[in-house]
C-alpha cells in the first residue's frame, strides 16, 4: 500500500498510519500550549488501547471527537497519510457526474492545501 508522509488540511478524515498502527485524521493544527509553530494531526486509531483521550486535552479543550482512550494527537510529520482511491485520477474514463465529483474533490484539496500554507506562512511571520 502506498503512503505519503506528512498530512495536509486535505488529510482531515483520511487514514494514516504510525507505525503498524491504523487510524483516521480528525483535526490537523495547533494545539493550545504547545509551540504555536508545530502542527499536529488529532488521530482516531482503530485500536482503542493506541489512544489516551477522546480529542479533548487536559484542559478540557476539545478538539475531535473519538472513543475514550482512542484518540491522540501526532505530530504532523510523524504521521503516514494513505491516499484514497478517490483522490487517484481514474484508471479508465468516468461518466460526466463521476468527473464533475473528481474535479470537485481536487478544487477542494487545492483549497485546503493553500490554507495551510498560509498559515504556515502567517506563523513564521510571527
Given at each position: 500500500m502506498s503512503t505519503t508522509t506528512g498530512v495536509s488540511l486535505s488529510g482531515i478524515n483520511s487514514r494514516c498510519k504510525r507505525g503498524p498502527d491504523m487510524g483516521t485524521v480528525l483535526y490537523v493544527g495547533p494545539l493550545e500550549g504547545?509551540?504555536?509553530?508545530?502542527?499536529?494531526?488529532?488521530?482516531?486509531w482503530d485500536d482503542p488501547s493506541?489512544?489516551?483521550?477522546?480529542?479533548t486535552l487536559k484542559s478540557g479543550k476539545k478538539y475531535f471527537e473519538c472513543r475514550d482512550n482512542a484518540g491522540s494527537f501526532v505530530l504532523l510529520d510523524k504521521l503516514e497519510l494513505i491516499?484514497?482511491?478517490?483522490?487517484?485520477?481514474?484508471?479508465?474514463?468516468?461518466?460526466?457526474?463521476?468527473?464533475?465529483q473528481y474535479q470537485q474533490q481536487q478544487q477542494q484539496q487545492q483549497q485546503q492545501q493553500q490554507q495551510q500554507q498560509q498559515y504556515q506562512q502567517q506563523?513564521?511571520?510571527q
Amino acid at each position: 500500500m502506498s503512503t505519503t508522509t506528512g498530512v495536509s488540511l486535505s488529510g482531515i478524515n483520511s487514514r494514516c498510519k504510525r507505525g503498524p498502527d491504523m487510524g483516521t485524521v480528525l483535526y490537523v493544527g495547533p494545539l493550545e500550549g504547545r509551540d504555536p509553530s508545530e502542527i499536529w494531526a488529532g488521530v482516531c486509531w482503530d485500536d482503542p488501547s493506541r489512544g489516551k483521550h477522546n480529542g479533548t486535552l487536559k484542559s478540557g479543550k476539545k478538539y475531535f471527537e473519538c472513543r475514550d482512550n482512542a484518540g491522540s494527537f501526532v505530530l504532523l510529520d510523524k504521521l503516514e497519510l494513505i491516499p484514497s482511491a478517490a483522490a487517484a485520477p481514474p484508471s479508465k474514463p468516468a461518466a460526466p457526474q463521476q468527473q464533475q465529483q473528481y474535479q470537485q474533490q481536487q478544487q477542494q484539496q487545492q483549497q485546503q492545501q493553500q490554507q495551510q500554507q498560509q498559515y504556515q506562512q502567517q506563523q513564521q511571520q510571527q
